[in-house]
């Protein structure tokens, strides 16, 4: 879900097609709102489902790729401020390409409590610094890009 503020709903759907997928915005109520809210996440923890086989993918699993820092990130949608509200558009390949290729001049280089147990920011995931939380596009200012 992109928007859950009424009569402004807007949310993401994966499109497969064949051994690939993309996502595109959709705007207005999903057919099965839980349904789209959850995504892929299917219990507490981080238990999810993959995408393309719907085959379960346990949390150790997910932690040890982004230990090994296998896991890669996908543009879903881009938000951008409009007139009177946000808008939400579908990403475009330029716009990927724009998103790979950022490279900020400042990032937040603070390191993160190694001791703590909570893995809500990421610790747990072989995140030492806060940065490793976001792509390089979303610390930009706006105005960089």
């Given at each position: 879900m992109l928007s859950i503020k009424l009569g402004k709903e807007a949310y993401v759907e994966p499109v497969i097609e064949g051994s690939n997928y993309?996502?595109?915005?959709?705007v207005g109520k999903p057919k099965n709102a839980e349904a789209t809210?959850?995504?892929?996440?299917?219990?507490?923890?981080?238990?999810?489902?993959?995408?393309?086989?719907?085959?379960?993918?346990?949390q150790d699993y997910i932690r040890g790729e982004f230990k090994a820092k296998r896991a890669t990130?996908?543009?879903?949608a881009i938000v951008a401020e409009g007139r009177r509200s946000r808008v939400y558009l579908n990403p475009t390949k330029e716009m990927e390409e724009i998103d790979r290729n950022a490279k900020p001049k400042w990032k937040p280089e603070l390191e993160m409590n190694q001791d703590s147990k909570d893995l809500l920011s990421g610790?747990?995931?072989g995140f030492v610094y806060w940065y490793e939380l976001?792509?390089?596009?979303?610390?930009?200012?706006?105005?960089?890009l």
């Open positions: 993309r996502f595109t915005v959709k809210k959850s995504g892929t996440k299917l219990s507490r923890g981080a238990n999810f489902k993959c995408l393309m086989s719907e085959t379960p993918i346990s990130e996908r543009l879903m610790r747990g995931y976001f792509t390089a596009s979303c610390v930009l200012p706006p105005a960089s």
